[in-house]
């Protein structure tokens, strides 16, 4: 695992000298002896308690180590459950953030593939075990031993990793991707380390494109990019919504059309007319009515996970149309490799709103009532202020 490693870089005669780091040639000096180096971080202590400055440490770079100075972290919808504690297993001190994207300054004497500079992301992973089945077909995220980004168990103090709601991250190359984004599209092209990522993988899955009518079941920080990339990919793209208010907004991101899903009558119209349906919602509620409007052998994917299961779902409407319900997990470090540089050559990024660090509990409250225009973003300058 990379996050175990213990100072074996390439030694100069700078470092005997005494100092930490190089950045010529963008290869790190280390010494061994000091492997560590404190950044500021936002976190929080217990569920209960709101997120606050404090220090944490970064190991130095290993052979095949990338260092990241995060410019812009998003804020996912899964950072609120995990701080609060709404999902079990929190591990506290929590630094959330796995949307990540900044600029490498320092890599390690093995890494070829990136050099200082580079504008670069981190999504959900940033290790695996690299021999399992799931490693080998580029699966990583079904990998039963990969690790978070943040709140995944590592042998270095505290004894988990700590996410992208800091100044700077530690990232095995093989966990590193590059973004073609302009400059002035970064920020926005935060999310799509999670956001874009888990709902392009299973669009890719099912085959989405031309001739097939696709719907997406929410217009929140998934949803929104599940309508763009949708529509990019060539689908008859129809958007679902519990609220009137949204229908021009989900036209806007590219909904070829829009349902409210309280209007029955307008939902009878569609029945049995999707090839596939995403739903990204992650708030419990009845599947029923959605698997109604799926052809014969069509599929509606979750990838939204409530704080309580979903009502079980009518087990007759599957078998009679040999329909199914799935579910996808983020994507692989090649598949998302491959989303980012489908977005940038279609000059996809999420609509974001940018906040400061001291802001995210506001944003976490804004969150839970659907109070933004679809991701926020952290600004990592403002860790320094």
């Known amino acids: 695992m990379s996050d175990n490693y213990e100072g074996k870089a390439h030694l100069t005669t700078e470092e005997s000298s005494g100092s930490d780091e190089a950045t010529a040639q963008g290869v790190l000096v280390q010494s061994p002896s000091r492997g560590r180096r404190v950044v500021k971080a936002y976190g929080a202590y217990a569920a209960d308690k709101p997120l606050e400055p404090i220090d944490i440490q970064r190991r130095l770079p290993g052979p095949h180590d990338v260092q990241i100075d995060i410019a812009y972290c998003g804020v996912c919808h ?10 079990q297993g929190t591990l506290y001190p929590c630094v959330p953030g796995h949307e990540i994207v900044g600029h490498v300054t320092a890599v390690g004497n093995e890494v070829t593939n ?3 500079g580079d504008a670069v992301g981190v999504g959900c992973m940033v290790d695996s075990c690299q021999h399992c089945q799931s490693c080998d077909d580029g699966l990583e995220q079904y990998c039963d031993h990969f690790t978070p980004t943040y709140n995944g168990p590592i042998e270095e103090s505290p004894g988990h990793t700590l996410g992208g709601y800091s100044q700077r991250i530690v990232v095995d190359d093989k966990f590193v991707l590059r973004i073609s984004h302009p400059p002035e599209q970064l920020a926005a092209a935060a999310p799509l380390l999670c956001a ?6 299973p669009l890719r899955h099912w085959k989405v494109g031309p001739g097939m009518k696709v719907g997406i079941v929410g217009i929140g920080g998934l949803g929104h990019m599940g309508i763009k990339l949708a529509h990019a990919l060539g689908a008859r793209t129809v958007a679902f919504t519990t609220s009137e208010r949204k229908r021009e907004d989900a036209r806007a991101l590219g909904a070829d059309e829009v349902i409210v899903s309280r209007n029955v009558e307008e939902m009878d119209a569609h029945a049995g007319s999707f090839d596939f349906i995403l739903n990204t919602v992650a708030a419990s509620h009845s599947l ?10 069509g599929t509606m994917t979750l990838v939204g996970v409530p704080e309580h299961p979903h009502p079980s779902p009518n087990i007759a ?4 149309k040999r329909r199914a319900i799935a579910g996808s997990l983020i994507g692989g470090i090649a598949e ?5 540089d489908f977005c940038a050559e279609k000059g996809i990024v999420a609509d974001i709103e940018m906040i400061p660090i001291q802001k995210i509990d506001e944003a976490y409250d804004r969150m ?15 860790l320094g202020a």
């Open 78 to 87: 899964s950072d609120l459950h995990q701080v609060r504690s709404e999902w």
């Open 114 to 116: 990136f050099r200082v």
């Open 196 to 201: 874009g990522i888990t709902t392009y993988s």
């Open 288 to 297: 029923d009515p959605f698997i109604s409007l799926l052809k014969r052998d």
């Open 317 to 320: 409407p599957l078998i009679f």
């Open 336 to 340: 998302t490799q491959e989303m980012l």
């Open 368 to 382: 839970q009532k659907s109070d933004v225009k679809y991701r926020f973003v952290i600004d990592s300058a403002s």
